[in-house]
Protein backbone atom coordinates (compact mmCIF):
# COMPACT_ATOMS: atom_id res chain seq x y z
CA UNK A 1 0.00 0.00 0.00
CA UNK A 2 1.46 3.62 -0.58
CA UNK A 3 2.48 5.72 2.15
CA UNK A 4 0.05 8.68 0.79
CA UNK A 5 -3.01 6.13 1.54
CA UNK A 6 -1.87 5.04 4.67
CA UNK A 7 -3.21 7.16 6.64
CA UNK A 8 -6.53 7.36 5.02
CA UNK A 9 -7.10 3.76 5.59
CA UNK A 10 -6.03 3.46 9.12
CA UNK A 11 -8.77 5.13 10.13
CA UNK A 12 -10.31 5.74 13.52
CA UNK A 13 -13.66 3.04 12.25
CA UNK A 14 -10.65 0.70 11.81
CA UNK A 15 -8.58 0.78 14.97
CA UNK A 16 -12.01 0.91 16.74
CA UNK A 17 -13.58 -2.28 14.98
CA UNK A 18 -9.86 -4.08 15.66
CA UNK A 19 -9.90 -3.25 19.12
CA UNK A 20 -13.69 -4.59 19.54
CA UNK A 21 -12.29 -7.73 18.86
CA UNK A 22 -9.58 -7.98 21.83
CA UNK A 23 -11.95 -9.72 24.18
CA UNK A 24 -13.02 -13.06 24.39
CA UNK A 25 -16.32 -12.15 25.33
CA UNK A 26 -16.61 -10.60 22.66
CA UNK A 27 -15.59 -13.28 20.50
CA UNK A 28 -17.63 -15.77 22.45
CA UNK A 29 -20.49 -13.89 20.83
CA UNK A 30 -19.37 -14.11 17.20
CA UNK A 31 -18.84 -17.76 17.54
CA UNK A 32 -22.44 -18.19 19.35
CA UNK A 33 -23.88 -15.96 16.04
CA UNK A 34 -22.01 -18.40 13.78
CA UNK A 35 -23.00 -21.56 15.69
CA UNK A 36 -26.13 -20.38 15.29
CA UNK A 37 -26.19 -19.60 11.62
CA UNK A 38 -24.29 -23.67 11.23
CA UNK A 39 -27.16 -24.99 13.61
CA UNK A 40 -29.90 -23.77 11.51
CA UNK A 41 -28.21 -24.40 7.96
CA UNK A 42 -29.26 -20.67 7.38
CA UNK A 43 -26.55 -17.54 6.86
CA UNK A 44 -27.51 -14.28 8.36
CA UNK A 45 -29.59 -16.56 11.22
CA UNK A 46 -30.75 -14.00 13.55
CA UNK A 47 -30.86 -14.79 17.37
CA UNK A 48 -33.15 -12.28 19.84
CA UNK A 49 -31.07 -10.23 22.89
CA UNK A 50 -31.92 -13.50 25.38
CA UNK A 51 -31.01 -16.06 22.81
CA UNK A 52 -27.68 -14.32 21.99
CA UNK A 53 -27.18 -13.98 26.06
CA UNK A 54 -28.17 -17.57 26.92
CA UNK A 55 -25.68 -19.03 24.24
CA UNK A 56 -22.23 -17.39 26.18
CA UNK A 57 -20.75 -17.29 29.09
CA UNK A 58 -20.98 -13.51 30.25
CA UNK A 59 -23.11 -13.29 33.75
CA UNK A 60 -24.98 -10.02 34.00
CA UNK A 61 -26.91 -8.12 30.93
CA UNK A 62 -25.76 -4.45 31.29
CA UNK A 63 -21.84 -6.08 30.65
CA UNK A 64 -23.20 -8.12 27.98
CA UNK A 65 -24.89 -5.48 26.52
CA UNK A 66 -21.88 -3.55 26.61
CA UNK A 67 -19.98 -6.13 24.79
CA UNK A 68 -22.44 -6.24 22.33
CA UNK A 69 -22.29 -2.71 21.46
CA UNK A 70 -18.85 -2.92 20.39
CA UNK A 71 -19.41 -5.52 17.89
CA UNK A 72 -23.08 -3.63 16.41
CA UNK A 73 -22.64 -2.05 13.05
CA UNK A 74 -18.82 -4.17 12.09
CA UNK A 75 -19.21 -7.34 12.96
CA UNK A 76 -22.79 -7.72 14.06
CA UNK A 77 -26.10 -6.54 12.55
CA UNK A 78 -29.15 -5.06 14.80
CA UNK A 79 -32.13 -6.05 13.36
CA UNK A 80 -36.07 -5.64 14.28
CA UNK A 81 -35.70 -9.16 14.86
CA UNK A 82 -32.34 -9.49 16.98
CA UNK A 83 -29.12 -10.15 15.81
CA UNK A 84 -26.71 -11.47 12.97
CA UNK A 85 -23.09 -11.89 11.64
CA UNK A 86 -22.35 -9.26 9.34
CA UNK A 87 -19.98 -10.63 6.17
CA UNK A 88 -17.00 -8.93 8.53
CA UNK A 89 -18.10 -11.03 11.21
CA UNK A 90 -18.33 -14.38 9.36
CA UNK A 91 -14.97 -13.92 7.47
CA UNK A 92 -13.18 -13.71 10.95
CA UNK A 93 -14.99 -16.29 12.87
CA UNK A 94 -14.14 -17.96 9.35
CA UNK A 95 -10.66 -17.28 9.54
CA UNK A 96 -10.16 -18.04 13.36
CA UNK A 97 -12.21 -21.45 12.86
CA UNK A 98 -9.08 -21.71 9.95
CA UNK A 99 -6.54 -21.49 12.63
CA UNK A 100 -4.83 -19.18 11.23
CA UNK A 101 -3.87 -16.94 14.24
CA UNK A 102 -2.64 -19.84 15.84
CA UNK A 103 -1.40 -22.88 13.29
CA UNK A 104 1.91 -23.36 12.25
CA UNK A 105 2.16 -24.33 8.63
CA UNK A 106 4.68 -26.66 7.79
CA UNK A 107 6.32 -28.75 4.41
CA UNK A 108 9.00 -30.37 2.87
CA UNK A 109 10.61 -29.41 0.34
CA UNK A 110 9.76 -32.07 -2.69
CA UNK A 111 10.32 -32.20 -6.63
CA UNK A 112 7.17 -31.37 -8.69
CA UNK A 113 7.34 -32.21 -12.47
CA UNK A 114 7.08 -29.31 -14.91
CA UNK A 115 10.33 -28.29 -16.75
CA UNK A 116 11.87 -24.11 -15.58
CA UNK A 117 10.96 -21.55 -18.46
CA UNK A 118 14.22 -19.96 -18.48
CA UNK A 119 16.68 -22.51 -18.35
CA UNK A 120 14.27 -25.74 -19.40
CA UNK A 121 15.47 -28.32 -16.77
CA UNK A 122 13.22 -30.94 -15.07
CA UNK A 123 14.37 -29.69 -11.70
CA UNK A 124 11.52 -27.81 -10.04
CA UNK A 125 11.01 -28.04 -6.63
CA UNK A 126 7.88 -26.71 -4.11
CA UNK A 127 9.09 -25.54 -1.39
CA UNK A 128 8.16 -23.30 1.83
CA UNK A 129 9.46 -20.00 2.75
CA UNK A 130 8.65 -17.48 5.22
CA UNK A 131 5.14 -18.46 4.93
CA UNK A 132 5.33 -18.44 1.46
CA UNK A 133 4.87 -21.40 -1.22
CA UNK A 134 7.30 -21.06 -4.10
CA UNK A 135 7.98 -23.32 -7.13
CA UNK A 136 11.96 -22.72 -7.77
CA UNK A 137 14.03 -24.07 -10.02
CA UNK A 138 17.00 -26.28 -8.51
CA UNK A 139 19.07 -25.71 -12.06
CA UNK A 140 18.92 -22.00 -12.46
CA UNK A 141 17.83 -21.08 -8.50
CA UNK A 142 15.25 -19.07 -10.26
CA UNK A 143 11.48 -18.72 -8.32
CA UNK A 144 8.97 -19.47 -11.17
CA UNK A 145 6.11 -19.40 -8.87
CA UNK A 146 5.42 -17.51 -5.57
CA UNK A 147 2.01 -17.47 -3.39
CA UNK A 148 1.00 -16.73 -0.01
CA UNK A 149 0.96 -20.31 2.05
CA UNK A 150 -2.20 -19.84 4.19
CA UNK A 151 -1.56 -22.36 7.60
CA UNK A 152 -5.00 -23.87 7.04
CA UNK A 153 -3.94 -25.11 3.77
CA UNK A 154 -1.27 -27.39 5.31
CA UNK A 155 -3.84 -28.75 7.84
CA UNK A 156 -4.99 -32.19 6.98
CA UNK A 157 -3.28 -32.70 3.64
CA UNK A 158 0.24 -34.64 3.14
CA UNK A 159 2.95 -32.55 1.62
CA UNK A 160 1.96 -33.66 -2.12
CA UNK A 161 -1.68 -32.70 -1.14
CA UNK A 162 -0.63 -29.28 -0.43
CA UNK A 163 1.30 -29.30 -4.08
CA UNK A 164 -1.83 -30.23 -5.60
CA UNK A 165 -3.72 -27.90 -3.71
CA UNK A 166 -1.80 -25.07 -4.77
CA UNK A 167 -1.85 -25.75 -8.42
CA UNK A 168 -6.35 -25.28 -8.10
CA UNK A 169 -6.04 -22.49 -5.83
CA UNK A 170 -3.57 -20.58 -8.76
CA UNK A 171 -6.48 -21.27 -11.59
CA UNK A 172 -9.69 -20.34 -8.65
CA UNK A 173 -7.21 -16.76 -8.56
CA UNK A 174 -6.87 -16.56 -12.48
CA UNK A 175 -10.44 -17.08 -13.17
CA UNK A 176 -11.06 -14.29 -10.55
CA UNK A 177 -8.30 -12.12 -12.57
CA UNK A 178 -10.00 -13.08 -16.10
CA UNK A 179 -13.06 -10.39 -14.52
CA UNK A 180 -10.58 -7.91 -13.64
CA UNK A 181 -11.55 -9.32 -10.21
CA UNK A 182 -9.07 -9.13 -7.31
CA UNK A 183 -9.02 -12.51 -5.27
CA UNK A 184 -8.46 -11.46 -2.06
CA UNK A 185 -10.81 -8.14 -1.87
CA UNK A 186 -12.59 -8.39 -4.88
CA UNK A 187 -12.15 -5.30 -5.92
CA UNK A 188 -10.96 -4.22 -9.25
CA UNK A 189 -7.28 -4.80 -10.72
CA UNK A 190 -5.54 -3.11 -13.34
CA UNK A 191 -3.77 -5.70 -15.79
CA UNK A 192 -0.36 -4.24 -17.67
CA UNK A 193 1.44 -7.00 -20.11
CA UNK A 194 5.35 -6.77 -19.82
CA UNK A 195 8.31 -7.63 -22.34
CA UNK A 196 11.56 -9.77 -20.53
CA UNK A 197 14.35 -10.43 -22.44
CA UNK A 198 15.03 -14.15 -21.46
CA UNK A 199 18.74 -15.90 -23.11
CA UNK A 200 17.85 -13.92 -26.32
CA UNK A 201 14.56 -14.35 -26.60
CA UNK A 202 10.99 -12.35 -25.66
CA UNK A 203 9.12 -13.70 -23.32
CA UNK A 204 5.76 -11.99 -22.47
CA UNK A 205 4.21 -11.69 -19.04
CA UNK A 206 1.00 -9.97 -17.89
CA UNK A 207 0.74 -8.09 -14.26
CA UNK A 208 -2.54 -8.04 -12.42
CA UNK A 209 -2.79 -5.40 -9.29
CA UNK A 210 -5.11 -4.45 -7.18
CA UNK A 211 -5.48 -0.53 -5.59
CA UNK A 212 -7.41 -1.80 -3.00
CA UNK A 213 -5.38 -3.80 -0.71
CA UNK A 214 -2.33 -4.40 -2.95
CA UNK A 215 -2.75 -7.66 -4.48
CA UNK A 216 0.07 -8.90 -6.90
CA UNK A 217 0.17 -11.72 -9.84
CA UNK A 218 2.56 -12.49 -12.49
CA UNK A 219 1.73 -15.06 -15.22
CA UNK A 220 2.69 -15.72 -18.84
CA UNK A 221 0.43 -14.21 -20.82
CA UNK A 222 0.04 -17.91 -22.38
CA UNK A 223 -1.70 -18.46 -19.64
CA UNK A 224 -4.75 -16.17 -21.14
CA UNK A 225 -4.64 -18.10 -24.34
CA UNK A 226 -4.42 -21.97 -22.73
CA UNK A 227 -8.35 -20.94 -21.28
CA UNK A 228 -9.36 -19.83 -24.51
CA UNK A 229 -12.13 -22.42 -24.61
CA UNK A 230 -10.11 -22.92 -28.48
CA UNK A 231 -7.33 -24.10 -26.66
CA UNK A 232 -8.84 -26.00 -23.95
CA UNK A 233 -10.70 -28.38 -26.50
CA UNK A 234 -7.20 -28.42 -28.42
CA UNK A 235 -5.45 -29.64 -25.04
CA UNK A 236 -8.41 -32.03 -23.89
CA UNK A 237 -7.48 -33.66 -27.78
CA UNK A 238 -4.03 -34.08 -26.76
CA UNK A 239 -4.92 -36.16 -23.43
CA UNK A 240 -4.46 -32.66 -21.02
CA UNK A 241 -7.01 -30.81 -19.17
CA UNK A 242 -5.88 -27.55 -18.51
CA UNK A 243 -7.86 -27.03 -15.12
CA UNK A 244 -6.26 -29.97 -13.95
CA UNK A 245 -2.74 -28.96 -15.04
CA UNK A 246 -1.25 -26.55 -12.42
CA UNK A 247 0.95 -23.37 -13.68
CA UNK A 248 4.08 -24.99 -13.22
CA UNK A 249 3.48 -27.89 -15.45
CA UNK A 250 2.05 -25.95 -18.06
CA UNK A 251 5.55 -23.84 -18.35
CA UNK A 252 6.53 -26.74 -20.20
CA UNK A 253 4.30 -25.36 -22.94
CA UNK A 254 5.49 -22.34 -22.90
CA UNK A 255 9.63 -23.39 -22.46
CA UNK A 256 9.46 -26.00 -25.12
CA UNK A 257 7.45 -24.15 -27.86
CA UNK A 258 4.05 -25.62 -27.75
CA UNK A 259 3.28 -22.04 -27.10
CA UNK A 260 5.25 -18.95 -29.26
CA UNK A 261 4.37 -15.16 -28.78
CA UNK A 262 5.60 -12.65 -30.73
CA UNK A 263 5.00 -8.96 -31.27
CA UNK A 264 1.98 -8.76 -33.54
CA UNK A 265 2.33 -7.43 -36.90
CA UNK A 266 3.09 -3.71 -37.43
CA UNK A 267 4.21 -2.46 -34.50
CA UNK A 268 0.87 -2.90 -32.84
CA UNK A 269 0.26 -3.42 -29.00
CA UNK A 270 -1.03 -7.09 -30.53
CA UNK A 271 0.56 -9.87 -29.14
CA UNK A 272 0.52 -12.93 -31.67
CA UNK A 273 0.67 -16.96 -30.06
CA UNK A 274 0.50 -19.62 -31.87
CA UNK A 275 0.05 -23.52 -29.79
CA UNK A 276 1.30 -26.09 -32.08
CA UNK A 277 0.24 -29.53 -29.90
CA UNK A 278 1.31 -32.64 -32.15
CA UNK A 279 1.00 -31.90 -36.16
CA UNK A 280 -1.90 -28.83 -35.73
CA UNK A 281 -1.20 -25.59 -34.58
CA UNK A 282 -3.78 -22.57 -33.62
CA UNK A 283 -2.68 -18.68 -33.60
CA UNK A 284 -4.53 -16.64 -31.33
CA UNK A 285 -3.87 -12.51 -31.05
CA UNK A 286 -3.78 -11.41 -27.55
CA UNK A 287 -4.42 -7.39 -27.38
CA UNK A 288 -3.22 -4.96 -24.84
CA UNK A 289 -6.15 -6.00 -22.34
CA UNK A 290 -5.70 -9.48 -22.60
CA UNK A 291 -8.42 -10.30 -24.49
CA UNK A 292 -7.20 -13.72 -26.05
CA UNK A 293 -8.98 -14.04 -30.08
CA UNK A 294 -8.21 -17.03 -32.38
CA UNK A 295 -7.00 -15.75 -35.62
CA UNK A 296 -8.81 -18.70 -37.70
CA UNK A 297 -11.23 -21.20 -37.09
CA UNK A 298 -9.67 -24.04 -35.28
CA UNK A 299 -11.52 -27.11 -37.76
CA UNK A 300 -9.77 -25.20 -40.98
ZN1 LIG B 1 15.90 -23.05 -14.44
ZN1 LIG C 1 -7.56 -6.56 -3.72
Excluded at 19 to 47: D, N, V, Y
Excluded at 115 to 121: G, I, K, L, N
Aim: charged share 25%.
Amino acid sequence: MIDADRNDRISEAVVEGIEALGSPQRLEILFALSEAEREHRRQWHTLTFTELHDAVAVESSSQFSYHLDRLVDQFVDETSDGYRLTYSGRKLIRSVLSGVYESTATFDERAVDGVCVFCEADSLVATLEQESFLVRCSACDTTLVNDCFPRSQSRNRSPAAIVESFGYRIWSSYVHLRGAICPECYGRVETTVEAHEVESQTRYTHGCSCSNCGFTIHLPVEVAVAFHPAALARFWEHGVSVLDTPLWELFEYVATDAFVTDAGPGGSDELVCTLSLGDESLDFEIDETLRVSPLRAPDQ
